[in-house]
Structures are given as C-alpha cells and as structure tokens.
T-cell receptor, first 116, second 113 residues
Framework: AQKVTQAQTEISVVEKEDVTLDCVYE???????LFWYKQPPSGELVFLIR??????QNEISGRYSWNFQKSTSSFNFTITASQVVDSAVYFC?????????????FGTGTKLQVIP | DAGVIQSPRHEVTEMGQEVTLRCKPISGHDYLFWYRQTMMRGLELLIY????????DSGMPEDRFSAKMPNASFSTLKIQPSEPRDSAVYFC???????????FGEGSRLTVL
C-alpha cells in the first residue's frame, strides 16, 4: 500500500523567513515518483516538482528546494525567504507501479500562511 | 496553450437532481483523471482513463456516480441522484503517459442542498 504523510497541518511564518514542509512516504516498490503540488487560495492545483526514486540529488529552483532522502523515506520542501504569494496548501504525492504509476496518492496537505 | 478546462466552475443543486461535470483535457495527453476534494477526505481519485478507456474506477463512491470519455477531448462525471454528502470540489486532470505529472483544471465546486 502507498501512503504519504504530511504531519504539519498548518504553518505560519513571517515574510522572509525560511520554512520547511515535511513529507514522509511509504511504498513497497523500489521504483517510484514523488511530487509536490501547490494549491493557492484560488483553488487550482499546480505541479511543482517530480522526483524519480533513483535520483537522490537535491533540487533547487529559485527560492524552492527539495531534499530527498530514501534512508528516511522523506521528501521535504523548503522555501527560502518566504513571500506572501507562497501562502497556499502544499501537497506531497507519490506514484508507484504497485498502485499503478498513474494512480497518484496525495498527502493531506500543509497549509502555509506567510504573514507580511 | 490551453490547460485543462472544466465546467461549470460552480454548481448549486438540490438533493435528488442530476449533476453533470465536464472536462476538456490538454490536447495530446493520454490520461484523464477525476478527483474529489473535501476537507474530511482530502484528494481522492475517483476514476481515470487511458486513451478514452476507463482503467480504474475503484474510487467511485457508489453507483450514483458515473464517468464517460467519448473522445480524447471530452469527459463527463455524472451524479444521479445527487446527495448533500456529494458536496465537494471535483477536479479533472490530465497527463502524458508514464510521467505522472498531473495538470489540473480549476475545479468544479458542487454544493448539494
């Protein structure tokens, strides 16, 4: 069975602070994909990143960075120098052959509020 | 390029009425998904299609729900009869084969009174 746990339900930070959103996943498959999606207050879900299980290199994209650690089954997301526009619900997700690669399992989301 | 297009954006109906939600996926995408989002249950996959063929409908809550994809550019999700517990935001998403990267529509917010 596949499972994604986002233990942080809500986080509030002051603008310009760094913030890390945690994601822990479970799967019996050795090959899988991990994702992060953003859902701003307007409601649509926006893809941020996909990571292959064979690629443990950390990724940086502007103020966003992702830390993938297979040893702890974690795929954490850090926003550096947060901005008000980062306020959203962030979802971590997993797809693996055991569930059918196209069946993406989402975590429950972490609501991030960036206070000006 | 146009993204995934859903209609209606908002629907308010009374219990027992039929509801039809519509989706136009991104051109060229092989997969189409219907998700439901509620506060209690989060994002749930209801059904997905590959090349217009339903592959897995195990997430469809009950027989009141049905989905079709008559061609590569159109899909519907129908609820008949609707119940208040069906109130949710319904998302349609599409993706290319094996990428897993989902492109979501803006969602259809359904309220059943």
């Amino acid at each position: 069975a596949q499972k994604v746990t986002q233990a942080q339900t809500e986080i509030s930070v002051v603008e310009k602070e760094d913030v890390t959103l945690d994601c822990v996943y479970e799967t019996r498959d050795t090959t899988y994909y991990l994702f992060w999606y953003k859902q701003p207050p307007s409601g649509e879900l926006v893809f941020l990143i996909r990571r292959n299980s064979f690629d443990e290199q950390n990724e940086i994209s502007g103020r966003y960075s992702w830390n993938f650690q297979k040893s702890t089954s974690s795929f954490n997301f850090t926003i550096t120098a947060s901005q008000v526009v980062d306020s959203a619900v962030y979802f971590c997700a997993l797809s693996a052959p055991g569930g059918g690669y196209q069946k993406v399992t989402f975590g429950t989301g972490t609501k991030l509020q960036v206070i000006p | 390029d146009a993204g995934v297009i859903q209609s209606p954006r908002h629907e308010v109906t009374e219990m027992g009425q039929e509801v039809t939600l519509r989706c136009k996926p991104i051109s060229g995408h092989d997969y189409l998904f219907w998700y439901r989002q509620t506060m209690m249950r989060g994002l749930e996959l209801l059904i997905y299609f590959n090349n217009n063929v339903p592959i897995d409908d195990s997430g469809m809550p009950e027989d009141r729900f049905s989905a079709k994809m008559p061609n590569a550019s159109f899909s519907t999700l129908k609820i008949q009869p609707s119940e208040p517990r069906d109130s949710a935001v319904y998302f349609c998403a599409s993706s290319l084969m094996h990428t897993g990267e989902l492109f979501f529509g803006e969602g259809s917010r359904l309220t059943v009174l």
